[in-house]
């Protein structure tokens, strides 16, 4: 399974975008599907997932700011940010779980895409 995100860009605080991540193949819909993302200097941590039957699990700092969501026919999951804060700066990984549960734990995670850059400017 190869893993492409896109939709990063700058943006400024209270803004939105909508992140991408088209996956290959044909086993998509019983992947589940989770969004992380590092800031320099920090470790890897867990946004959004959701599971291979719409189940969804959310890092409490993006909580009613961030939704996930998924197009099987499409072979893609979306992360709609709004309301962005400086601190959602970061790399944001999209990653693909064979397990199909919305798992918060990034070692659950088979597949990694390679990471598409967010900026939020006060």
């Known amino acids: 399974v190869q893993l492409q995100a896109s939709g990063g860009g700058l943006v400024q605080a209270g803004g939105s975008l909508r992140l991408s991540c088209a996956a290959s193949g044909r086993a998509f819909s019983s992947y589940a599907m989770g969004w992380f993302r590092q800031a320099p200097g920090k470790e890897r941590e867990f946004v959004a997932a959701?599971?291979?039957?719409?189940?969804?699990n959310y890092a409490d700092s993006v909580k009613g700011r961030f939704t996930i969501s998924r197009d099987n026919a499409k072979n893609t999951v979306y992360l709609q940010m709004n309301s962005l804060k400086p601190e959602d700066t970061a790399v944001y990984y999209c990653a693909a779980d064979r397990g199909g549960w919305a798992s918060v734990i990034e070692y659950n995670y088979d597949y990694w895409g390679q990471g598409t850059q967010v900026t939020v400017s006060s």
């Open positions: 959701i599971s291979r039957s719409g189940n969804t």
